[in-house]
Every structure is written in C-alpha cells, then in structure tokens.
C-alpha cells in the first residue's frame, strides 16, 4: 500500500493557525470586554435618565435601545478583526434593514410615535384625555399603542402614531375643572328670579371654588326658551358629581318656585276651507 505524504495538509493548517488564531482570539477578547464596557454605559446612563426624572415607562426602553446599538456597533467591529469586509457586512445590514422597515411601515410609525408620546408628555398614567372621538382615562401608555379605560369600563386600543399626530384633549393637567351648564326658562318668567335661584343652588355649595364671583349670564333669547348660562369651578375629582347634582337640583328648585323650563313647541293653525276652494 502507497503512503500518503500529509506533510503539505499539516502545514497548510499550521499556517492558518498561526494567521487565524491570533486574529479569533483578538476578537473574543474583544468581545468579552466590549460587552462589559456596553453594560457599565448602560448603567450608566439608566442611572443618569433615572436622576433626571425621566418616565419610568421610557428608562428600560431607552437603555435596552442604546445597548442594541451598541452591542450591533462591537459585533461589527469584532468581524472586522475575524477578516470580514465590514462595508459588505454593513450593506447586509442596511438591505435587511431596509426590507424590515417597508415591511413594518405602520409599527414603525406607532414606534416612533410612542416615544413621542413618553418624551413629550401630553398625557400619563391616570390622565383623563379626549381623543380619537373617545374620552377615557389613561391605563398604560406602550411603545405602540396607548390604552385607555372609559367610564363604562371599555378598554380603548389607540395605535401612538395615529395619536401623536392628531388632537389631544387632556382634563386633567390643571388641579381644578370649570362645570358649564346651560339652563332655560320660560320667556314669561321672571329673569331675576331665577338668577338667584341658580345662585342659591349651585354657588351655596362648598365644593365651588368661586363663591364669591359667580358666574350667571344670560347667554341666549332661544326660539322656546331664555338661556342662562352658568360657570362654576371645582376640583378635578368633583367635577362629574357638582355636574349631575346641581343639574338635578336646580330643576328641582325651579319647579319649587314656579319657573317653568320649556321644551320646544311647534304652533299648528288649521284653516277651514270655503266652499268652491
């Protein structure tokens, strides 16, 4: 039997050793440190949003995109140590990228709308807001979609990107609310009288914070009926029920004195015809 000479083959992995194992271990060492460096710049900078008082929904996200960057910035770097060609592997990247993105279109819209919202704050947690057409109260504020709780105990699903880029309303930034109501009475009653029957009933109550400047006007000459309108203020957490209960109580006062409040009326006249017509 012929020997076979494996001298060449030896010699040839020799020589990639020497050139590729130097390199490899170069690029773990790398690694290992690069990680541990990520990790302490993380720390650091949660650290550093969490001093400065930034949303504690945003710190976890903030630093979990910043260590993607940077983790994606070493592992490029590391290939470029193994012999790959960095611009290849970065045009690999961007296509992927790319493809990723036109794919993802609507959620990258919501993405980005949601940091939106967690940087600028228009609303947070427990905030009564109007938008979309719904008013509820803020449940969870995510990265892509913002959660809300109506009053009849609905759960509203608004996607962030459609909802930092349209009208928000939010009740509830300032620490107090003005109730308006609109009350009519009769145009044969006496427009006085029943002033001070809307001053006795709503601007008598403590949780009315301008007792003293009430805020009665007559606003309309109306086809059925005279129109008051009135204006309290009140803290946010009284507003609904000042709202419900003086609605009910001025009615009920206005029925005690005789101020009649009217509903529109439609006047019919019938004609009799003539004979011959």
Not at 19 to 40: E, R, S
Not at 88 to 100: D, E, K, N, P, T
Not at 174 to 197: C, H, L, M
Request: proline share 4%; glycine share 6%.
């Amino acid at each position: 039997m012929e020997n076979i000479d494996i001298s060449p083959a030896i010699q040839t992995l020799s020589e990639y050793a020497a050139l590729y194992i130097p390199k490899l271990l170069l690029a773990i060492f790398t690694l290992i440190i690069g990680l541990w460096i990520i990790n302490l710049v993380v720390k650091s900078i949660r650290k550093a949003l969490t001093k400065r008082q930034v949303d504690p929904s945003l710190v976890p996200f903030l630093s979990s995109l910043i260590k993607a960057l940077l983790v994606v910035i070493l592992l490029i770097s590391v290939a470029g140590q193994l012999g790959v060609a960095i611009a290849s592997f970065v045009a690999v990247l961007g296509a992927a990228g790319l493809a990723i993105g036109l794919a993802l279109q609507g959620s990258l819209s919501n993405f980005a709308g949601g940091i939106l919202i967690l940087i600028l704050k228009p609303f947070k947690v427990g905030d009564v807001i109007e938008a979309q057409g719904d008013t509820a109260s803020v449940s969870e504020i995510q990265i892509f979609y913002t959660i809300l709780k109506s009053y009849d105990n609905k759960t509203i699903v608004i996607p962030n990107g459609s909802l930092s880029n349209d009208k928000i309303i939010n009740y509830s930034t300032e620490p107090t609310r003005t109730v308006e109501w609109v009350f009519g009475i009769s145009y044969n009653d006496d427009i006085d009288k029943a002033r001070q029957i809307i001053k006795d009933t709503v601007f008598a109550d403590e949780r009315v914070q301008n007792r003293d400047t009430p805020f009665i006007n007559l606003a309309e000459l109306a086809d059925s009926s005279v129109n008051f309108k009135v204006r309290a203020q009140c803290e946010q957490a009284n507003f609904w029920a000042l709202f419900f209960e003086k609605t009910e109580a001025v009615k009920k006062a206005f029925d005690a004195n005789g101020i009649s409040i009217p509903y529109p009326q439609v006047d019919a006249h019938l004609y009799q015809a003539s004979p011959g017509q």
